[in-house]
């Protein structure tokens, strides 16, 4: 399979079953294309992958349309839980913080976790009490309220896990996953995002994936590193991959949720057993594109 050098990233704004509200459906294809703009030109100009997939999730989690930094869902005690995870393909290092509530920019952490400690993950109070010691920002329980009621986003149930992945001009791949997790959450649940091989993936030698929807179901099928398998082991290219790794969701658990992913040679897949799929992406230094649902959609089971 031919290599192209030539840069590619996506990113993605959450899946779910609900539509958002119609004031903000403008407002989202937007903030993916500028976030998109911005991921771009850093590639161009050679910055690295995983530098870009942290700078797009820390916009993302920057932007109260989504379920993740300002604009996370609270819990079922009304507090708001941050999960965070980002992979480097070319060494499978990995960072991820969970169970964490005053990180700002919980991808941050992760990131710096992933360079600074010989864990993949820290949680709760130990998440920040290295976060204090490190520089990261924290704020307050009330910063994450207020993102919460922005663009009449209080009701929503809770999707919007957003996340990037990116191929740079050397063929490196990375990928990063941040939400706030399921709206009314039991406090202490962990989700997919921060799990490496459930919600979050990267490896130079397959693909560089980031998945969102109901988290239980990519942990119990382990589907970002499947999708992972299928391209390495299974000899597959991105949008076969995408297509059966969608299926297998189904199959096995009903799953509901999506995912974007990079390959090796650059080429970006994205696909959904959920109704919408907010995402975008740039191929190969090409255009922008946004979208609210995938091309690959897969029908699950009601109920």
Same mark, same amino acid.
């Given at each position: 399979?031919?290599?192209?050098?030539?840069?590619?990233?996506?990113?993605?704004?959450?899946?779910?079953? +609900?539509?958002?509200?119609?004031?903000?459906?403008?407002?989202?294809?937007?903030?993916?294309?500028?976030?998109?703009?911005?991921? #771009?030109? +850093?590639?161009?100009? =050679?910055?690295?992958?995983?530098?870009?997939?942290?700078?797009?999730? +820390?916009?993302?989690?920057?932007?109260?349309?989504?379920?993740?930094?300002?604009?996370?869902?609270?819990?079922?005690?009304? *507090?708001?839980?941050?999960?965070? &995870?980002?992979?480097?393909? *070319?060494?499978?290092?990995?960072?991820?913080?969970?169970?964490?509530?005053?990180?700002?920019?919980?991808?941050?952490?992760?990131?710096?976790?992933?360079?600074?400690?010989?864990?993949?993950?820290?949680?709760?109070?130990?998440?920040?009490?290295?976060?204090?010691?490190?520089?990261?920002?924290?704020?307050?329980?009330?910063?994450?309220?207020?993102?919460?009621?922005?663009?009449?986003?209080?009701?929503?149930?809770?999707?919007?896990?957003?996340?990037?992945?990116? *191929?740079? &001009?050397?063929?490196?791949?990375?990928?990063?996953? #941040?939400?706030?997790?399921?709206?009314?959450?039991?406090?202490?649940?962990?989700?997919?995002?921060?799990?490496?091989?459930?919600?979050?993936?990267?490896?130079?030698?397959?693909?560089?994936?980031? &998945?969102? =929807?109901?988290?239980?179901?990519?942990? +119990?099928?382990?589907?970002?590193?499947?999708?992972?398998?299928?391209?390495? *082991?299974?000899?597959?290219?991105?949008?076969?991959?995408?297509?059966?790794?969608?299926?297998?969701?189904?199959?096995?658990?009903?799953?509901?949720?999506?995912?974007?992913?990079?390959?090796?040679?650059?080429?970006?897949?994205?696909?959904?057993?959920?109704?919408?799929?907010?995402?975008?992406?740039?191929?190969?230094?090409?255009?922008?594109?946004?979208?609210?649902?995938?091309?690959?959609?897969?029908?699950?089971?009601?109920?």
């Amino acid at each position: 399979m031919a290599t192209r050098h030539r840069y590619s990233i996506g990113i993605h704004g959450g899946a779910g079953n +609900r539509p958002a509200p119609a004031a903000n459906i403008g407002l989202i294809r937007e903030s993916l294309r500028t976030i998109l703009e911005q991921g #771009s030109a +850093r590639l161009a100009a =050679g910055a690295t992958a995983l530098d870009t997939v942290v700078h797009c999730t +820390r916009l993302l989690e920057d932007d109260p349309l989504y379920n993740a930094g300002y604009g996370s869902v609270p819990n079922s005690a009304g *507090r708001f839980e941050l999960e965070a &995870c980002v992979m480097e393909g *070319r060494t499978l290092e990995a960072g991820a913080v969970t169970y964490v509530e005053r990180i700002r920019n919980p991808v941050e952490l992760a990131r710096r976790i992933m360079e600074q400690t010989p864990h993949v993950m820290l949680a709760g109070r130990g998440a920040g009490d290295f976060a204090a010691t490190n520089g990261i920002a924290t704020v307050s329980q009330a910063y994450f309220q207020e993102g919460w009621h922005k663009y009449g986003r209080a009701d929503e149930h809770g999707y919007g896990t957003v996340g990037a992945v990116a *191929r740079d &001009c050397a063929g490196n791949l990375a990928a990063a996953t #941040s939400t706030g997790g399921q709206k009314g959450k039991r406090p202490g649940r962990v989700g997919d995002s921060p799990l490496v091989g459930a919600g979050t993936y990267a490896d130079n030698e397959g693909c560089a994936v980031s &998945c969102t =929807g109901w988290g239980e179901d990519f942990i +119990r099928t382990a589907l970002a590193a499947y999708l992972d398998f299928l391209i390495v *082991r299974e000899g597959l290219e991105a949008h076969t991959a995408a297509r059966i790794a969608i299926e297998y969701l189904v199959a096995k658990v009903n799953g509901n949720g999506g995912f974007i992913l990079v390959d090796r040679t650059g080429a970006i897949a994205t696909a959904q057993s959920s109704t919408y799929l907010h995402c975008g992406w740039i191929e190969h230094g090409g255009k922008p594109t946004t979208a609210l649902r995938s091309p690959i959609q897969i029908a699950r089971a009601e109920g």
